[in-house]
């Protein structure tokens, strides 16, 4: 089911999450605990599923959590605990939104994230719902939700709604083991996670067998990394340019960009000089300076990169934009809600920006682009068409200055680096507070400017050929994932029909708890 079409299931259901979730134990004496046990498990997967050096515990986490949202016998329980565990989850996860834009939108913005953190945990508790009610067995329940989870993160990269914010399969870039993500994309990742989790989860009722097979595949994955040949010397040369400006004063007009990136821009000597997103608006283009650019342009109803050399050679329009930011799903029909909040939030009537189609990379004195805009940065298909297209280098134009607190910066430049490892090229990275780096074929960040300062980076790199695996074949791993959950349901609906069975969990019980 597309991701847009289980938005609109999950929000207009979200009142019954709510409410089922306020039974957490289903009559459970203790249901309290049982709350506070599941918002602790949630948020230490949160500790360790942000790319920090410890990520690799991750699997660890995700192994608790997966032994207590299974056990219960009654699918409502296990669904209830998964609601608990992944709010928490995502409450700490993207904490940086709240704490950012409450300084800049004031305090009653911050009143709309505690529902985008439960409408996000709902998807996790339908899934789970599901796998609970159609897998009769602890172990298929644990199996199930493991591969249900892979395929939950594909949905959540889909449709006008998508946001992949708090895909698990970033927590391995800290280790050799994200360089398969080459043959598989981040989702391979992923997938290497939950099943490592659901086999650690499996020795609770003494079955060793998953892990005897899992722990080879993690050796070949750790041996693939380690192996990989070195990535070719850079060869040419380009000039990132950070403006440190603050978003609101340009979005008010008080601000004068131009002058600011014209000024950087004279420290370049050759190649091609790239601004970040928005850097000007479309009354500074007649006035740009001469020289080989690739720029992040304000136009009425578009958010786009245009490269010029001394004239216009081509544009690329955002064509993954921000919901709720850049644009307003269901904007008819929900027009009196819109308006009514952005009344609340002191803000103008807001129509939105067209999304641009996936075309063709902009190329500047013979070498190919594949220019994308910041939110952009973590959907792994925008960066594989454009390297199809013919792309030897990417080029991400980011704007993270909203971002004033927490760590959303560092977020979103490290799952944009795993674009790099995907498609096997250098990724330039321009941001108007940062980060701006260059960032090689295998993940690594080769050069960087301090954030939140304005500056200038010679970046060095190679044009790149050739494709990988992941972007010929996409995300295969989620094939796998719905084969595997396929025959744990199957094998479930035939055991249903040949035999009644007793609930065989941990715990040893078959009662809701």
């Keep these: 089911m597309p991701y847009d079409i289980c938005m609109s299931v999950q929000i207009s259901s979200a009142a019954k999450m709510l409410h089922f979730g306020r039974g957490v134990g289903a009559g459970d004496a203790s249901s309290s605990w049982t709350l506070v046990v599941s918002v602790v498990l949630g948020v230490l997967l949160a500790l360790t599923a942000v790319p920090f050096a410890w990520s690799a515990l991750t699997p660890l986490a995700l ?11 009654n699918p409502t329980a296990v669904a209830a605990r998964l609601f608990w565990s992944m709010t928490a989850f995502f409450s700490l996860h993207l904490l940086f939104l709240p704490l950012s834009f409450a300084p800049l939108f004031g305090a009653l913005s911050v009143l709309l994230f ?3 953190f439960a409408v996000e945990g709902g998807f996790y508790a339908l899934m789970g719902y599901l796998v609970a009610l159609l897998a009769p067995t602890f172990l298929g329940r644990v199996w199930g939700v493991a591969f249900g989870w892979v395929i939950l993160e594909w949905l959540r990269h889909l449709g006008p709604f998508a946001f992949p914010w708090g895909t698990l399969g970033y927590a391995l870039l800290p280790t050799p083991l994200i360089q398969v993500a080459d043959l598989g994309g981040v989702l391979l990742a992923s997938l290497l996670i939950t099943t ?19 722990f080879p595949v993690w050796g070949l994955a750790l041996g693939y990394g380690l192996t990989r040949p070195e990535v070719a010397p850079p060869t040419h040369r380009a000039l ?11 979005v008010q007009g008080t601000a004068q960009p131009l002058p600011i990136y014209a000024r950087l821009s004279a420290a ?5 000089v790239i601004w970040p997103e928005t850097a000007v608006t479309e009354k500074d283009v007649p006035n740009l300076p001469g020289l080989p650019l690739l720029i992040g342009v304000a136009r009425t109803g578009q958010n786009r990169i245009e490269a010029w050399d001394g004239g216009f050679r081509g544009a690329y329009d955002k064509h ?17 809600l819109y308006e009514g909040v952005f ?16 075309g063709q990379p902009l190329t500047l004195r013979g070498v190919s682009y594949g220019a994308y805009v910041c939110y952009e940065s973590v959907f792994p298909t925008v960066a594989r068409q454009l390297v199809q297209g013919g792309a030897g280098v990417l080029v991400n134009a980011s704007n993270d200055g909203w971002f004033h607190a927490g760590n959303g910066v560092e977020q979103h430049f490290a799952m944009g680096r795993v674009r790099a490892i995907e498609t096997r090229r250098y990724v330039l990275r321009a941001g108007n507070i940062g980060v701006t780096a260059v960032v090689d074929p295998q993940g690594w960040v080769t050069q960087a400017l301090p954030t939140r300062r ?15 695996w992941y972007v010929r074949l996409g995300d295969w791993p989620v094939g796998v994932a719905i084969l595997g959950l396929t025959g744990l349901l199957a094998q479930g609906i035939v055991r249903r029909a040949g035999s009644r069975l007793v609930f065989n969990a941990p715990e040893q019980h078959a009662d809701a708890t």
């Design 114 to 116: 505690p529902l985008l």
């Design 343 to 358: 009344s609340a939030l002191g803000l103008p009537s807001l129509t939105g920006l067209q999304a641009g189609q996936l």
């Design 240 to 250: 990132l340019v950070q403006g440190n400006l603050n978003p609101l004063d340009k």
């Design 63 to 73: 192994a608790a959590l997966l032994l207590w949202v299974c056990t219960p016998a």
């Design 454 to 468: 304005a500056g200038a980076l010679a970046a060095r790199y190679a044009v790149q050929e050739g494709t990988t």
């Design 196 to 214: 490592l989790a659901a086999a650690l989860a499996s020795l609770a009722v003494r079955e060793v067998r998953p892990l005897a097979l899992t």
């Design 268 to 272: 370049n000597t050759s190649g091609a």
């Design 320 to 336: 993954q934009l921000v919901p709720f930011g850049e644009y307003f799903p269901l904007r008819e029909p929900l027009a009196p």
